[in-house]
């Protein structure tokens, strides 16, 4: 008995040595009053990706996915110890391929020596309440990026900082723009953290702010997402367009949906990617074969796209199948490893297609 109670004191103590203040000693700033970034259109709520009010036609599935934070990160500046959240979620996503982290947290990045340095991660344990994201920093002056839930909704964020610290709105320090749009894989499922996505590894490495327009199982080249890439303003775009829908559906569509675009940005980039081996598909024969008739078909079509359109560009898949091997979470969608692999291949063939020198750094 009195064993367990020593281990009860020092529990508490140890809690209050680790966390220095109370939460009422902890002051909160409004998020959106800082700089948001990754956001391809304006929107009426600061954390939606589209603005559903305005893009119609969009299935309640797609509705939900655009209201969600993928690839939204908060810019600030603090010389705070410690950082606390305070969420408020509309909706939350959880799944096997997810986890909590994934699909309902938060992922800090520090900046140092002009890299984005990885610092902590976390999701709220309980809903709705403020958390202790990390503790036990220095006092100096921090560049931080905070990565918001690629599959959640948020209606509101608060970050927490101690009484006496300040924070600031950090300017946005990247100077191109680039939209993805495509599928799970660009929304980032499999990944085991925000921030971890092939479009966020691309933006951090490259000092690139990458805006994430991805919906897991509903990129099919429909119109109207045509029409909201249409609307958006970006240096280049990067399509993942062909992983969700069937090659029939490729050979109706792809033709339209280039071509709405094209209307809006015949001098812009764009760029579309191949979809991945599934290594799912290694032993499956009814994928393999579906997934090889639909490769043949979109590299037959995107020859004719390639020759009718001067800006628009053919990537073979960057997540090749020897490159894949053993990257896979659920036979589909890749580990962080492989999105890493994605990334960097990703970024040797944005080098080559856009040659911007004076943002792409070693």
Not at 259 to 280: A, S, Y
Request: glycine share 6%.
């Amino acid at each position: 008995m009195k064993i367990r109670i020593y281990i009860g004191i020092f529990a508490l103590f140890l809690s209050a040595e680790l966390y220095g203040q109370r939460n009422d000693e902890i002051q909160f700033t409004d998020a959106s009053r800082l700089t948001i970034t990754g956001k391809a259109l304006s929107t009426a709520v600061v954390y939606h990706r589209v603005d559903t009010a305005v893009y119609k036609g969009l299935s309640p599935s797609e509705n939900q996915q655009a209201r969600c934070a993928a690839g939204l990160a908060v810019l600030f500046k603090t010389n705070a110890n410690r950082i606390d959240l305070w969420p408020v979620y509309q909706w939350e996503l959880q799944k096997d391929n997810r986890s909590g982290i994934a699909a309902a947290g938060f992922s800090l990045y520090i900046k140092k020596e002009n890299r984005w340095v990885y610092a902590q991660s976390w999701a709220p344990p309980v809903r709705n309440e403020a958390f202790t994201l990390i503790h036990s920093m220095d006092s100096t002056d921090k560049e931080c990026m905070l990565y918001l839930p690629p599959f959640s909704e948020l209606s509101d964020l608060k970050i927490g900082i101690p009484a006496g610290a300040t924070i600031e709105a950090l300017p946005n320090p990247f100077k191109r723009k680039i939209v993805f749009f495509g599928s799970s894989f660009t929304q980032g499922v499999g990944a085991s953290r925000p921030g971890m996505s092939y479009p966020m590894q691309i933006g951090r490495n490259r000092n690139i702010e990458a805006c994430n327009l991805g919906f897991g199982g509903n990129s099919k080249l429909q119109d109207y997402f045509a029409r909201v890439i249409a609307a958006t303003d970006a240096d280049a775009f990067v399509f993942d367009a062909f992983s969700n829908p069937t090659d029939l559906i490729i050979r109706e569509r792809l033709a339209t949906f280039i071509e709405i675009i094209q209307k809006k940005h015949n001098q812009t980039p764009l760029i579309f990617v191949q979809t991945i081996h599934r290594e799912g598909a290694n032993f499956n024969r009814t994928v393999r074969t579906a997934e090889d008739k639909k490769r043949k078909t979109v590299e037959e079509l995107m020859q004719e796209m390639v020759r009718k359109y001067p800006n628009v560009y053919w990537v073979e898949s960057p997540l090749s199948e020897s490159i894949s091997r053993d990257t896979s979470t659920d036979g589909v969608h890749p580990s962080d490893l492989g999105y890493r692999y994605w990334a960097k291949n990703m970024e040797k063939q944005l080098h080559l297609i856009l040659a911007w020198e004076e943002t792409f750094y070693e």
